[in-house]
Structure formats: C-alpha cells, structure tokens
C-alpha cells in the first residue's frame, strides 16, 4: 500500500501547483483587462471633449477615376479574349463537321 502513496501524494502536489499556477494567471490576466477597460473608457468618455469625430466613411473614401478606368479596360479585354475563344471552339466544332460529315452545322 505504500506504493501508492508516494505517486497519490506526488500527483496531489503537482496538481495543487498546476491549479494555483493557472488561478494565478487567471487572476493577474483579469485584472490587466480590468485596468485596460478602464482606462479605454475613460478615453472614450473623455474623446467627444478633446478630439472631434472623424467624418463619416463616405467623405474619407478616395475616388480613383484613373484605376476604375483600367479595371473596366481590363475586364472588357479578358470578355474579349473569352468570347473569342468562345468563337474559335464553334469555328473548330462547325470544320469538324463538315470534314467528318461533309455538310455544314
């Protein structure tokens, strides 16, 4: 019966230190985010007083004619190059046809 007591007694302790190691941590962990909400809000509170509001997203958003320009140039040439391709793939359909069949579509 002794045999088992020093590993019981052995793994009891160990466990006592995991639990106290980690009850530390949660509690030093908690009353670091305590002290930081706090002190956010105290910010926030003290902002409307101090700095004026940001204007609204639709005034801060930067028009770039010239971008959207070459997007749309880009996407109209890649419609092309699928259409065309589009095209060549019935071309090739129609000529197997006819040199297969010996007629047309």
Not at 15 to 44: C, K, N, P, W
């Amino acid at each position: 019966m002794s045999f088992i007591i020093g590993p019981v007694s052995g793994a009891l302790a160990a466990e006592g230190y995991v639990y106290y190691g980690f009850s530390t941590m949660i509690q030093t962990r908690t009353e670091q985010h305590r002290s930081d909400l706090h002190a956010l809000s105290r910010r926030l509170v003290e902002a409307d007083t101090i700095v004026p509001a940001p204007p609204p997203a639709s005034e801060r958003i930067i028009r770039r004619p010239f971008t959207a320009m070459l997007k749309h140039q880009w996407n109209t040439e890649v419609e092309a190059l699928f259409r065309s391709a589009g095209d060549w793939d019935r071309r090739v359909v129609d000529w197997g046809r006819k040199v297969l069949y010996g007629g047309g579509a």
